[in-house]
Nanobody
Framework: QVQLVESGGGLVQAGGSLRLSCAAS???????MGWFRQAPGKEREFVAA????????NYGDSVKGRFTITRDTAKKTGYLQMNSLRPEHPAVYYC???????????????WGQGAQVTVSS
């Protein structure tokens, strides 16, 4: 069983930055970690994913060049650095863990509780 605890959400002005963290509680954590976001009334959208062992990354088209996903294997924590944030609708950002690096949310087995991110214009 894996539990994921997120932190780092909040309110930021357009053009600013935030870093989200996702700490995994498990004896050993060898999964793929993904980040998704969901705005009210919309489907969950893929943001980024990383392979825990090799660090291979994948990004959604809307965040390429602005967001960076990393991980600290010793701390069993993943990070999502978000730069040049845009005044989009409020969204909840979720981290997830699964056995495949994929953009499909249903293929992830474990989910964090979500972190609210709001970007003001």
């Amino acid at each position: 069983q894996v539990q994921l605890v997120e932190s780092g959400g909040g309110l930021v002005q357009a053009g600013g930055s935030l870093r989200l963290s996702c700490a995994a509680s498990a004896r050993s954590f060898i999964y793929y970690m993904g980040w998704f976001r969901q705005a009210p009334g919309k489907e969950r959208e893929f943001v980024a994913a990383i392979s825990w062992r090799g660090g291979t990354t994948n990004y959604g088209d809307s965040v390429k060049g602005r967001f960076t996903i990393t991980r600290d294997t010793a701390k069993k924590t993943g990070y999502l650095q978000m730069n040049s944030l845009r005044p989009e609708h409020p969204a909840v950002y979720y981290c997830a863990a699964g056995l495949h690096i994929t953009t499909v949310p249903t293929r992830y087995d474990y989910w964090g509780q979500g972190a609210q991110v709001t970007v003001s214009s």
